[in-house]
């Protein structure tokens, strides 16, 4: 990483002072200078890297597979080992995601359209239900799943898009958590709540099936 200059730190301090309202010490602007600059660092480099890969999929429109490991499958959001994945127009995905989409399990599109769908955890964690009420949901035709298997076989992920399920389930926009602020000691913290938290839930979802299944508690 590139050394900061003093001037730099300082302009960074009156810009933290400022919009804080507070006087911040030397050392707190110079980490958080330092991070910032970091944080672009790594952002110039993906982005450098995806220029690279967008051309290189001009030479290869049907996709190809990325040297290295650590990448992130833009479906399951498994880690992919060496060898196991694949890029193409809609981004990474493991090989796995990849045969689903291949043996048309899944539509390609999903992985870059994560607003269309509810992961399995995005399921039990925004609707605030265990796996074995999910798994009873499916059962019982409530809710419509998308498998992934292993080459045809098994359970890799299960997926449920909207327009399976667009009488039940709600934009995923409707059940975002929201950032909550905290001032102790007088720093400021920031935590995620659910979304029932601010809401109604029986007005905020009305109209959407998943409601008649759910219990509301009051806290």
């Keep these: 990483m590139a050394g900061l200059s003093n001037e ?7 810009i933290l002072e400022k919009k804080k309202g507070k006087e911040i010490s030397w050392e707190e602007a110079a980490e958080g200078a330092r991070s910032l600059v970091g944080l672009f660092e790594v952002l110039h480099r993906c982005w450098v890297d995806e220029q690279i890969r967008k051309k290189k999929l001009e030479e290869h429109p049907n996709g190809f597979q990325l040297d290295g490991i650590g990448y992130t499958c833009f479906i399951c959001g ?11 127009k809609y981004g990474i995905k493991c090989k796995i995601c990849q045969g689903a989409i291949v043996r048309k399990e899944i539509p390609a599109s ?4 994560r607003k269309s769908w509810y992961s ?14 999910l798994r009873s949901w499916i059962k019982n035709g409530i809710l419509k799943a998308r498998t992934v ?54 007005e905020h979802l009305k ?3 998943i409601m008649d299944y759910l219990q509301v508690v009051k806290k």
């Design 8 to 14: 730099r730190i300082q302009e960074f301090k009156n």
């Design 78 to 88: 498994g880690s992919t080992p060496v060898g196991g994945n694949w890029y193409d």
């Design 110 to 113: 999903l992985a870059k359209n």
């Design 120 to 133: 399995k955890y995005e399921i039990e964690d925004r609707f605030n239900i265990k796996g074995p009420t």
């Design 149 to 202: 298997t292993h080459d045809g076989k098994g359970v890799h992920a299960q997926l449920f898009l909207i327009k399976d399920n667009k009488d039940t389930l709600p934009p995923k926009k409707m059940t975002e958590s929201q950032l909550v602020k905290e001032t102790k000691e007088g720093k400021d913290w920031f935590h995620s709540e659910p979304w029932y938290r601010f809401v109604d839930p029986k």
């Design 207 to 209: 109209g959407y099936k």
